[in-house]
């Protein structure tokens, strides 16, 4: 497996790169050289007994190996007797270190000052349980690290132009990746996901708006008297508000059992004829998933039988909530007893599942990342055996590496306020960094504190970040629904042109769902991946291009104003998106000031957006509902060309469909050239004098238009 992807990785590279290096130093550190200079200084290479007392390798003859196995990945191996081992690289003070956590630490996207396992994050500010996690680092010096283990491992950050690992292991291995070409920072992440994995494509439905309650066996209105029921209320609101959705999913309490989770099923009181309700929602267009977890609660089926089979890990400390121990699943029995409760979900139609915990104590720390990479692989076995790859939605807040290839994920329960906000937006950009694209964040928050929290303004922030995220899901329920006191028309409003607008960038976020699929590069990306050689990029967390054409500069306090900087080297200028009255230069910044019916976005000159109605989900109020797509453009005469991937279809059974827009300044003409794009189509010229719609035909053609004056 590694093997056939190093060679299809060897196959890539072009043979006209520079030449790098690797040699061991006289200390017995690693040092990679482009042959003018040194690129990568792995300064020490650390082995010890106690992870504590690791030191300098003394030795490097015994147990050490290196070699650059293309002309741009290093691979470091070390075998020795003690049981753990790391290594350290340095680099100029200044130098940015990325990656590792999908938290961020002191609400940073850098790893400065920052020391930590790699494991669940728990309670911190703004967000408790942010755990998407991969042994991978990427620096500003122009290199990546990858550590190809599901050990435990710490890695440490806080001396500057310093990152440490240690993982504790007495067989260490480690990748050291280099740019394909000088100054692509993508090109990194594509290689460290070759060498990993990549996430799949997710079903249209996994996208979102997703609806859901954290209790749907509370919270009643009008007649309705159980979950069920709870749920319809909430399809009705939707359909009648005409909202757009996708699917709604149940977190516990659903089944039997103590505290609602372990004998896999629903409880008749709360679901009384699921097998009817999981039918009439598909017919409503709604996709449905069930909370899961790795943890046997006292009293229930999971439990007894994990027990007499001696399953459980025994603890020391009660976990977390005390919701019972973890089964370990390295025991293929164990493994195969859960694989196959879970089958049952999948067989009356449930579409996947919310993988929750992993982190909270119900197993020692040391295993964290071994067992959830075995859970969420169960977990994903039980829906693809029933449903098929790509027609279903997982999503875990706790998952490592390599795991990505069978989850998404969500970014943990976010405080319901701008903390919330402001650390749910770093984290997006950094799971991007860690390349687990496919992911939402609750929008207006999980942890809320008294009865308006998310506040109006907080929920229709957060619901413009969703609305720019590759997935948009929603907590309403238990006393806070948008259409319920004590919210007002104007958070439904919202709703609706956030959740609308969505559904409409579905064709966009697929097309890049698809390139994260093929590549590991995220939707949303910090502005440095776009924008390498600007250092004026290296810190924002709180804005980042999604896709390449949007910069998204979310609101994130109170009063509706911030800051916004347009970065040097994707474009010569960047145009408001919505009105596309403001156009700004490359390397400025503008204040700008919003009411919470916008969001502060732009596009590049030149920008290629594909956008429509591709995917009905509970849009059933539209008669005759057929698939329609726009491809909007903003020419640009500084732009000649400008390229676009269209993914077009379902899952992993789409194609690709390339989109160019080219211009002509001397006669002032622009064209658009596409491919098969499956379903009717227009383009949408954005100029000087309007929008302009041409419409498109199937199979494929181009289409130009002379003497026009352009935005830019
Ligand atoms: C090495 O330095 C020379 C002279 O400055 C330069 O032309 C060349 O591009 C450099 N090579 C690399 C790989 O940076
Ligand atoms: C790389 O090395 C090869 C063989 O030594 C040489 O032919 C080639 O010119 C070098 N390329 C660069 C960019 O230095
Ligand atoms: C390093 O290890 C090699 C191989 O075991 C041995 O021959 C050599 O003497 C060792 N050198 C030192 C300085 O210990
Ligand atoms: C180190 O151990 C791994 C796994 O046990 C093995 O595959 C590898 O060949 C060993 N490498 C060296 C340099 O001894
Ligand atoms: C680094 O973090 C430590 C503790 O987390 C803190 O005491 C220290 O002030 C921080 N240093 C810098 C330079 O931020
Ligand atoms: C190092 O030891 C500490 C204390 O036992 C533990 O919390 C941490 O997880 C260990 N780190 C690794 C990499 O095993
Ligand atoms: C089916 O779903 C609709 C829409 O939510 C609901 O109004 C209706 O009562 C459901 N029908 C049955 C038979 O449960
Ligand atoms: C449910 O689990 C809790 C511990 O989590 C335990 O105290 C309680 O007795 C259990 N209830 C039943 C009915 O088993
Ligand atoms: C688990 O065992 C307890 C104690 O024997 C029993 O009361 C309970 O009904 C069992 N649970 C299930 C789901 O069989
Ligand atoms: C390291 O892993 C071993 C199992 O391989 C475990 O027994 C030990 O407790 C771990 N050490 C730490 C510090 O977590
Ligand atoms: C958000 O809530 C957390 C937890 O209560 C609190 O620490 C933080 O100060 C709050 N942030 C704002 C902006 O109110
Ligand atoms: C667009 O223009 C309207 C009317 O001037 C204004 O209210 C709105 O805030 C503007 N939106 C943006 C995103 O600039």
Redesign the pocket.
């Known amino acids: 497996m590694i093997f056939r992807a190093l060679l299809a990785l060897a196959t890539f590279v072009p043979p006209s790169l ?1 030449n790098y290096t690797i040699s061991l130093t006289s200390t017995n550190g690693i040092t990679i050289s ?3 200079k040194t690129v990568v200084n792995n300064a020490a290479i650390l082995s010890g007994t106690q992870n504590t007392t690791v030191s300098a390798l003394k030795n490097a003859t015994q147990g050490l190996t290196y070699e650059l196995i293309t002309p741009t990945v290093a691979k470091v191996q070390l075998n020795t007797t003690a049981n753990f081992h790391g290594a350290r690289f340095t680099a100029e003070p200044d130098t940015h270190f990325f990656g590792v956590w999908e938290y961020p630490f002191n609400y940073q996207i850098t790893n400065k000052n920052v020391s930590f396992d790699l494991k669940g994050v728990g309670n911190n500010v703004g967000i408790n349980w942010v755990n998407a996690r991969a042994p991978f680092f990427l620096t500003s010096a122009g290199y990546g690290v990858y550590t190809d283990t599901l050990k435990m491992g710490s890695y440490d950050f806080t001396t500057p132009g310093e990152a440490q690992f240690i993982f504790n292991t007495s067989s260490l291995l480690y990748y050291i990746i280099l740019p394909k070409e000088q100054g692509d920072i993508k090109s990194i992440i594509e290689q460290y996901t070759e060498l990993s994995s990549r996430s799949e494509i997710p079903s249209t439905s996994g996208l979102g708006p997703t609806f859901w309650s954290d209790d749907f066996t509370q919270d009643f209105h009008g007649s309705v008297s159980n979950a069920e029921e709870n749920i319809y209320d909430v399809v009705n609101h939707l359909y009648y508000n005409q909202i757009r959705a996708t699917s709604s999913f149940a977190d516990r309490p659903y089944g039997t059992g103590n505290r609602s989770w372990g004998n896999f099923d629903f409880d008749p009181k709360f679901y009384p004829n699921v097998e009817v309700f999981l039918k009439n929602l598909t017919d409503w267009g709604f996709d449905f998933q069930v909370w899961i977890a790795n943890r046997a609660q006292l009293g229930t089926e999971l439990y007894n039988k994990s027990l007499a089979e001696g399953w459980q890990y025994p603890l020391d400390l009660p976990p977390l909530g005390a919701l019972g121990a973890a089964l370990d699943l390295s025991i293929p029995e164990a493994y195969q007893y859960f694989e196959k409760k879970l089958e049952y979900f999948a067989s009356i139609g449930v579409k996947g599942y919310k993988i929750d915990r992993g982190e909270e104590g119900e197993m020692p720390d040391y295993v964290q990342n071994e067992q959830m990479a075995l859970f969420l692989q169960l977990a994903y076995d039980s829906m693809v055996q029933k449903h098929g790859a790509t027609k279903f939605h997982n999503f875990a807040r706790s998952a490592v590496d390599r795991s990505r290839s069978v989850t998404h994920i969500w970014n943990g329960d976010s405080h319901a306020n701008f903390t919330g906000l402001a650390y749910s937006v770093a984290s997006g950009i950094r799971s991007g960094l860690i390349a687990f694209g496919i992911w939402g964040s609750d929008t207006g928050g999980y942890t809320r504190e008294g009865t308006l929290t998310p506040t109006e303004e907080v929920w229709a922030r957060w619901m413009w970040f969703s609305a720019f995220s590759p997935v948009y899901e929603l907590m309403l329920g238990t006393n806070h629904t948008p259409w319920y006191e004590p919210y007002t028309q104007q958070t439904v409003d919202v709703l609706k042109q956030t959740a609308n607008l969505h559904a409409d960038l579905t064709p966009y976020i697929k097309s890049y769902a698809y390139v994260n699929s093929k590549t590991g590069v995220p939707i949303i990306r910090a502005l440095f991946l776009e924008a390498p050689e600007d250092s004026a990029t290296w810190e924002v967390p709180d804005a980042y291009f999604f896709g390449s054409e949007f910069i998204v500069a979310p609101i994130v306090t109170s009063g509706g104003s911030r800051s916004v900087y347009f970065p040097k080297g994707p474009s010569k200028r960047y145009i408001e998106y919505f009105n596309k009255t403001s156009i700004h230069a490359a390397g400025t910044t503008a204040n700008v000031s919003l009411p919470v019916t916008s969001i502060p976005v732009y596009v590049k000159e030149g920008a290629i957006i594909t956008r429509g109605d591709i995917f009905q989900g509970n849009a059933k109020w539209v008669e005759d509902w057929q698939a329609f797509l726009f491809i909007e453009v903003f020419p640009s005469w500084d732009v000649p060309e400008s390229r676009f991937t269209y993914y077009s279809g379902e899952g992993n059974e789409g194609k690709a469909v390339e989109i160019v827009l080219a211009t002509n300044k001397e006669d002032r003409t622009v064209k658009v050239v596409y491919g098969d794009l499956g379903v009717e189509a227009a383009v949408l010229w954005q100029l000087k004098s309007g929008p302009k719609e041409v419409n498109l035909n199937r199979g494929g053609g181009y289409t130009t238009l002379t003497d026009v004056e352009l935005l830019f």
Request: proline share 0%; aromatic share 0%.
């Open positions: 520079c482009d042959g003018n």
